[in-house]
């Protein structure tokens, strides 16, 4: 089984994997890990509400949804995550990052989602053009959209770890991807529904353990499929 993979094996389908085996070892990765990936969640949930708060005293959707102004509502919904996109897209990465180097065994740091500040213009365009793609996918017949979803999985990381231009990450992540699809959709479609048990049965308890697993999980698929390269001079905090 290949477990450390290269982008060239990765075009040509040369990888395997089965659910079990990824969702063991990210449940064995989860453990000394968890603390880490919950505060930076929480850091990104702090920063994305005082975002919004600021944005919103210039750009209020509530006074249009107040008037029933759909339209206008959600043009400054939408104009407001575009303009917290510079802040919100480095972080992103960083926590994308964090479950790509717990997969690698590498050393994780709470301060390290915000390396990626460097590279922030890339992670926007990267973010909005990934987001229009699919969006559009859904308007044709949802099933379009979803298959893009999925296929785009890996296009943060290999804008940040390969070094890739945004066009060149995307289209690496869904060839790659397309080669075995549905094994992938699977494993995120599982994610999904335990993501859903837990909100239902726990009201949202175990996802201090569930959420750094999905983050962990799209690290070790990363890892197995293009492998890690860890470039130096943004991975700076190992």
């Not at 064995?28 to 509400?49: E, Q």
């Not at 964090?98 to 990626?116: C, D, E, M, P, Q």
């Not at 590279?119 to 559009?136: C, G, H, P, R």
């Amino acid at each position: 089984m290949i477990t450390n993979g290269s982008v060239e094996t990765a075009l040509c389908g040369e990888y395997d994997f089965t659910i079990k085996d990824i969702f063991k070892e990210a449940w064995m990765l989860v453990k000394g890990s968890k603390l880490i990936f919950n505060i930076s969640l929480l850091l990104y949930i702090l920063i994305a509400i005082v975002l919004q708060k600021l944005i919103s005293l210039a750009i209020n959707p509530q006074i249009y949804y107040a008037s029933h102004d759909i339209i206008k509502a959600m043009l400054a919904d939408e104009t407001q995550s575009l303009l917290s996109l510079p802040i919100i897209a480095p972080i992103t990465a960083g926590i994308v990052m964090l479950g790509v180097k717990r997969s690698a065994l590498k050393k994780i740091t709470i301060l390290s989602i915000f390396n990626y500040y460097t590279i922030t213009w890339s992670l926007v365009f990267a973010s909005i053009l990934v987001s229009l793609t699919t969006f559009m996918g859904f308007i044709f017949f949802i099933l379009p959209g979803i298959y893009l979803a999925v296929a785009f999985s890996f296009t943060t990381p290999l804008i940040v770890d390969k070094q890739f231009g945004v066009l060149k990450a995307m289209k690496t992540s869904l060839l790659a991807v397309s080669q075995k699809w549905f094994k992938f959709f699977t494993i995120y479609a599982f994610l999904v529904i335990m993501v859903l048990l837990s909100i239902v049965f726990t009201l949202g308890i175990t996802l201090i353990w569930l959420l750094p697993f999905i983050f962990i999980v799209n690290g070790i698929l990363y890892k197995r499929i293009f492998g890690y390269s860890n470039p130096q001079n943004i991975e700076n905090d190992e």
